[in-house]
């Protein structure tokens, strides 16, 4: 049975390295990664990427499909939830980083059915309305950038795109700052800015081009 990391890789900041150390220090025993980078998850389904293909093409029923969260299959609702559905039809248990999700095709009980379908579901529509709300953030903190001197950058941001990216999920989570802090490397003081500020945060990174 193949444990397989898929890792989707959209900014020069971000890399499949890290997710695997992710996983694997949430306990999951990695046997093979494959990565799709360069790669935006909203206008390219899991299946029109060339890697992402490949998982349709290797996994078999009672392997386990690793992500960091359900945003890495995809960034469009219907595209994440049909995706996932597939995965369970042919054996295949998803399993998720961040929340420890796990969604498997082999339960029989109606209800349990339902729970697990409404999670799917769930858990697509806020991979979408994040995405939704990152680009109207990265819009914000643009005009933001714009607005105020062009000479003056101000102090360097400590964090990455990636961590960024990260907080802000584990925030719609309902993840605390102490929690947050210690899965992005950042400190406590760092994260509730970011919290306080999210458009602050995106438009110091792109002041300074990171």
């Not at 995965?87 to 961040?98: L, Q």
Request: charged share 25%.
């Amino acid at each position: 049975m193949r444990t397989v990391l898929y890792a989707r890789v959209s900014t020069a900041d971000q890399t499949a390295a890290h997710q695997k150390t992710q996983a694997e220090a949430a306990g999951f025993r990695i046997t093979d990664v494959v990565a799709d980078e360069g790669v935006s998850g909203i206008s390219t389904r899991l299946v029109d990427r060339p890697e992402g293909r490949r998982l349709f093409d290797m996994l078999r029923a009672g392997d386990v499909l690793v992500v960091r969260w359900v945003d890495r299959l995809g960034r469009n609702y219907a595209d994440v939830c049909e995706t996932i559905r597939e995965f369970m039809r042919r054996g295949v248990i998803v399993r998720t980083v961040i929340n420890g999700l796990t969604f498997d095709g082999a339960t029989k009980d109606p209800m349990q059915q339902a729970v697990r379908d409404a999670l799917i579901g769930f858990m697509a529509a806020m991979s979408q309305a994040q995405a939704e709300a990152t680009r109207e953030a990265q819009r914000a903190g643009i005009e933001h950038a714009k607005a105020r001197e062009t000479t003056y950058r101000g102090r360097k941001p400590r964090f990455s795109r990636d961590q960024l990216a990260t907080i802000k999920e584990m925030l719609a989570q309902g993840a605390g700052p102490s929690a947050i802090a210690q899965a992005t490397g950042l400190n406590r003081q760092t994260v509730y800015r970011i919290w306080k500020n999210p458009a602050e945060a995106e438009a110091a990174l792109t002041r300074w081009a990171a």
